[in-house]
């Protein structure tokens, strides 16, 4: 096990997340041994950790308990963790994330603080795959771009703060030690704006149902490290329901005002496929019509605080709904709409739409299927994307949009392509089958009101099944990305 996988054990311990530790101490016997000598460097005890041995984990399912494990090991397990977390979790704990070039010592820092924790990462690189994550290192993910640093925290408040130096590490563990309010001194860096992207919920099909809870409680645990001045944004890229009955339509806007209630949010949604079709027909016109109306509304969005115009592009109105098309008419529409907003040059522009307009790539964790291996298979992948995806791509490049966001494949897509990035988000509700797990998938983007541009983008994978351990792909937003320029 890596120094993080370590860390995210125990503080998952204290978090009590059941399905993280299950994850965590039955991965192996030779990794739950590393574990408990981790803990012993550190003078913490766990006697229950030393009777899970290898004839027990293989006993074990991906989704037991804590129940199952003290059943198993005949050990008041589960209570031996609510006893650690009782003891562990108000403590102020400080994690330092650094990147290998600053020498820390970290038995000099562990001495001014005794909950002092290190871990490294790799500098060069503009991606990073974390499992897992303990709930508050969420709050250091969303400031990776200010990586390195330290991560503060206790039960009640955490802050992340920028370090380049073992002197500024120390000077921090001392304040920590005299009891400041770090919390409140470091909290005026937090002036970014987030932006939450969910897509293909298909509200109304009954197997998502689970999904749609387990959707509620992550974007809640989220919502709880998204410090910010300013309203969260909701971007929802299509495809709110299942179909467009009257029922579904209900519960596409409690979802819509739940989210405005529980958040105080800006919601923001496109239509999608399954927004203008039952069972695979075509609605009647004046049917369709009502949908859009009810729905859609404005084309654009103007966030003048922020200084952002969000471009609403409905792909469902003409040609092939699989497909979508856009259509020179609706783009001559919003020029108009644009030209009419006073220094337009001055606003970060975003455009958000249902379907695809590149061919889309699974992350490399996700395996291909053996049709879409094969050249017939690239080819059809590519002959999906949006119907007139030429005329749409040269009309954003023109137009200097930098961010496009699109759903309906439920496939998590980030690419930088000629200096415009797209990001596609999965399934909200668990869309994304792989192997026994099915994966509910969104996408947060942190936006920096200093630069006047994207930061970085997480995307969240969580299985419903509980059998894979939940995971967080982190993208930089770099200006020049030559690998990924097309």
Partial sequence: MSELDLINLYFNIIDLNEPAIVRGVTKSYQSNQQFVEWLNQRGLEFSSLLLINDDIISTLKANSSLDDIASKIESPFKEECATFSRHYK?????VYIGN??????????????????????????????????????????????????VLIFNDQHHSFVSINSQKELEDILKSVGKGNDLFKKYSSLDNDSYYIQIS???LGRGKRKTGLNQLRASLYQLSLYLHSPYPLKYLITG????????KNMYLANDFMNELKKKYHADVTFVLGNHDVIVHGFNFARRQKSKVIAYLLGESIKVLEKEKVIIIKLDTTSEGNL???????????????????????????????????VHPLTKAQFLKLKWNEKTF???????????VDAPLLINWLEERNIQYVFHGHKHVPFFKRIHNIVYVGAGSATGGLKESKSRYISYNVMKYSMEEKKMKSCLIFYDDKAKAERQRVEVYLYEEEDNENNG
């Fill in 376 to 386: 017939i298979g690239r080819l059809i992948e590519k002959s999906k994307v949006l």
């Fill in 200 to 202: 293909d919920l298909h």
């Fill in 90 to 94: 108000s403590q102020m704990h400080v």
């Fill in 239 to 246: 495809d709110l329901m299942e179909s467009p009955n009257r």
């Fill in 322 to 356: 699989a497909r979508g098309k856009v259509g020179q008419r609706q783009l001559d529409e919003i020029d108009d709409e644009l030209s009419a907003i006073e220094n337009v040059d001055e606003y970060t522009k975003i455009a958000i739409l249902h379907h695809h």
């Fill in 100 to 149: 290998g070039e600053q020498v820390i010592d970290q038995e000099k820092c562990r001495l001014i603080h005794p909950y002092f924790y290190s871990i490294e990462y790799q500098k060069e690189a503009s991606s990073f795959s974390f499992f897992d994550p303990f709930a508050s290192f969420i709050g250091a993910l969303t400031h990776i771009e200010m990586w390195p640093g």
